[in-house]
């Protein structure tokens, strides 16, 4: 069993480890996925990897929920289990929730030429210069 001295040392080697990692695939998804799917994903792994969970009723000490629910479905059942998982399934919902209210207030998709002050205004000079049309 370890001291309160080395317990506190690995919880906060596992929290930077686990936001290292969401930062890390935060980077790699932003190459490939458009900004709310990664935010979404780095949420939902952020909500699957830090939200912790006593591994017992009695016990003092905190674990990861998503390791808690797995041991905890392998030696007293599915039932128990989703006890344990309730909170990473409502931070999930919440993540969800959040992106979908950013997406709708700070980070809307405005149009370029309403933006602009602009209005279509035909095809461009050059188009018209050298004859092509539309």
């Known amino acids: ?3 309160e001295q080395s317990y506190t040392y690995a919880l906060y080697c596992y929290i930077g480890a686990a ?3 969401v930062l890390y695939l935060g980077w790699w998804l932003s190459r490939h996925w458009t900004w709310p799917w990664v935010l979404v ?3 939902w792994a952020a909500a699957l990897l830090m939200v912790p969970a006593y591994p017992q009723p009695d016990s003092a000490t905190l674990a990861p929920a998503l390791v808690v629910a ?3 479905f392998m030696l007293d059942g599915p039932e128990v289990a989703l006890q ?3 909170p990473v399934g409502l931070l999930c919902g919440v ?3 959040l992106v979908v209210l950013l997406r709708l207030t700070i ?3 405005r149009r370029p030429s309403v933006e602009r002050g ?3 205004a035909g095809p461009p000079a050059d188009a018209l210069e050298s004859g092509v049309a539309g």
């Open 1 to 3: 069993m370890l001291d």
């Open 19 to 21: 936001a290292m990692m």
């Open 41 to 43: 994903t780095m949420l």
């Open 70 to 72: 797995g041991f905890q």
């Open 84 to 86: 344990t998982l309730k």
């Open 95 to 97: 993540s969800l929730v």
């Open 107 to 109: 980070f809307r998709r």
């Open 118 to 120: 602009t209005r279509d």
